[in-house]
């Protein structure tokens, strides 16, 4: 990729971001760890129960969670560059400083260079996000991804038990389109009016760009990332998995274009589950609006659901 023009995402373009050349990832430790026991314990005792369990075993390591392999392929990004830092992942928790020692123990123990977070002790964390300048947050929170979104950030709620170790070191990262990378304008006609008013609407629309959606700003940081590497030996690869087929392939397609956005692989599967084509990709993590299809995409790879536009009006 040879394009290497800055992000047009807010966080990477304000003057008063901590780090206007990185990208940036902002994880909660649940979503970075397996907590799911210590979690329970929180649910089912309380506070004090919890705090009691966490600091009587801060030095016992905790397994990895959904989003583990994907933040050690990030980082390892930087070894491949050299010179100084180009990503970075922040630690968002909810857990308090006390209590949080055993996460950091544990970041300390995997070898991850995470080196800044905030420990929230009980309050969501969303509210450090932007003045981290972060360009993606993982969670396993609905809450706090929501509140993301409406911040203008790209976020995402990690759905338990589709992460797979990958066998190699190029991150792979999957997106649906509408909704997601795109707005949900033509989404809206399909869900209000059907699929054939959806497929006129896109014919006569071929040639007019689709409005951005929450993940632009995130695929344009992306893609800048890219721009440092050879093409032929990028460690990061992009792939639009989205259920929409000919005719309505040309409208992302000029969109794209127009975007001046390259992705690496699109497929268009016209209703064809998504699951099985996202493992063939070798996805490290795939981003959809659609609670269904973010379902059947966990069962194949880790999968964020996206919770915007007119597929959660109802939720």
């Not at 801060?58 to 989003?67: Q, T």
């Not at 990004?77 to 970075?88: D, K, M, Q, S």
């Not at 016209?270 to 063939?280: I, M, S, Y």
Request: aromatic share 8%; net charge negative; hydrophobic share 40%.
């Amino acid at each position: 990729m040879t394009n290497t023009r800055q992000t047009g995402s807010p966080q990477a373009d304000s003057p008063q971001s901590p780090a206007v050349n990185k990208l940036i990832i902002a994880i909660s430790s649940r979503a970075l760890f397996d907590l799911r026991e210590s979690h329970q314990v929180y649910e089912e005792q309380g506070v004090e129960a919890f705090s009691a369990y966490q600091v009587a075993r801060e030095n016992d390591v905790l397994p990895k969670g959904e989003a583990f392999s994907l933040v050690e392929k990030f980082l390892q990004i930087n070894e491949r560059l050299g010179g100084a830092p180009r990503v970075e992942v922040i630690l968002l928790s909810r857990n308090s400083a006390d209590t949080g020692l055993r996460v950091f123990n544990s970041i300390e123990h995997y070898g991850l260079s995470i080196s800044r977070a905030a420990f929230c002790n009980g309050g969501s964390p969303y509210r450090y996000i932007a003045p981290f300048g972060c360009h993606l947050f993982l969670s396993t929170d609905g809450g706090d991804v929501r509140r993301a979104l409406e911040q203008g950030i790209a976020a995402a709620t990690l759905i338990p038990g589709g992460a797979r170790q990958r066998g190699d070191e190029v991150l792979r990262f999957a997106f649906d389109g509408d909704a997601v990378i795109f707005s949900d304008e033509a989404e809206q006609i399909f869900k209000r009016e059907g699929l054939a008013a959806f497929t006129t609407a896109e014919r006569a629309s071929a040639r007019q760009p689709l409005q951005g959606g929450p993940f632009k700003g995130f695929l344009e940081a992306l893609q800048h990332l890219q721009a440092e590497f050879h093409a032929d030996d990028c460690p990061i690869r992009t792939a639009l998995v989205t259920a929409r087929s000919a005719p309505a392939h040309e409208r992302v397609i000029r969109t794209l274009r127009a975007w001046n956005i390259r992705i690496d692989e699109s497929i268009f599967l016209g209703g064809l589950p998504k699951g099985e084509f996202l493992r063939a990709f070798g996805a490290d993590v795939f981003f959809d609006d659609q609670p269904n299809h973010c379902a059947s995409a966990g069962e194949h790879v880790a999968t964020g659901h996206v919770p915007h536009g007119i597929a959660n009006l109802e939720e």
